[in-house]
Nanobody, 119 residues
Framework: QVQLVESGGGLVQPGDSLRLSCAVS????????MGWFRQAPGKERQFVAA????????NYAESVKGRFTISRDNANNIGYLEMNNLNSEDTAVYYC????????????WGQGTQVTVSS
């Protein structure tokens, strides 16, 4: 089982940037991918971005392409989500999650971190 702990959320203004971190532990991550999801009040959880831990292959939701960047620090087992040009529609609880590369299902989840974009 993989354990994940998010940090870095907060209150920012439109146009600001924020970096979320996800500390990962519990397993060798070479066979895993890490993803970021978000859930706004009253809405379903949605995919944001994902990265394979070893090769670093990435994919993004259309709504964040060009603004968000997912990355990972292999040496320290930390994943990141760099978010730029934030707007009110990015307000949500952000979760990091992990899945085996050969699986399509994310099975390990963090507790979430709140991101609020408001003037």
């Amino acid at each position: 089982q993989v354990q994940l702990v998010e940090s870095g959320g907060g209150l920012v203004q439109p146009g600001d940037s924020l970096r979320l971190s996800c500390a990962v532990s519990g397993r060798t991550l070479s066979n895993y991918a890490m993803g970021w999801f978000r859930q706004a009040p009253g809405k379903e959880r949605q995919f944001v971005a994902a990265i394979t831990w070893t090769r670093g292959s990435t994919n993004y939701a259309e709504s964040v392409k060009g603004r968000f960047t997912i990355s990972r620090d292999n040496a320290n087992n930390i994943g990141y989500l760099e978010m730029n040009n934030l707007n009110s529609e990015d307000t949500a609880v952000y979760y990091c999650a992990a899945r085996l590369i050969l699986s399509t299902r994310f099975t390990s989840w963090g507790q979430g971190t709140q991101v609020t974009v408001s003037s």
